[in-house]
């Protein structure tokens, strides 16, 4: 499966923004997807990530309640809503893909993830 994130952009702190992780292939719906950010000098972590379906959701402690991952399988395409975004969200932020169920795998593992996306640069000012 090839992966296209897109969606980053600058934004001041407390904006929105909406991540798109579309997807090649027509068993997309049989994959779990994780979105990371990597920020300059620091290691990738965990944001999010949707397991196939029926779709359970994951989320990193420091966007919980901020961000919304979901799915539309008809479109390929995962989605991270991005909202009260703080300058600490500054990343490169990466989609990845793995078939399966986060059931099978730790969906918070980058290591966990054959698949990935270009990255889409967030920046936010504070």
């Known amino acids: 499966v090839q992966l296209q994130a897109s969606g980053g952009g600058l934004v001041q702190a407390g904006g929105s923004l909406r991540l798109s992780c579309a997807a090649s292939g027509r068993t997309f719906s049989l994959y779990a997807v994780g979105w990371f950010r990597q920020a300059p000098g620091k290691e990738r972590e965990f944001v999010a990530a949707i397991s196939r379906n029926p779709g359970n959701t994951y989320y990193a402690d420091s966007v919980k309640g901020r961000f919304t991952i979901s799915r539309i399988n ?53």
């Open 74 to 126: 008809n479109k390929n395409t995962v989605y991270l809503q991005m909202n009260s975004l703080k300058p600490e969200d500054t990343a490169l932020y990466y989609c990845a893909a793995v078939f399966g169920s986060c059931s099978d795998y730790a969906c918070y593992d980058h290591s966990t993830y054959p698949y990935w996306g270009q990255g889409t640069q967030v920046t936010v000012s504070s």
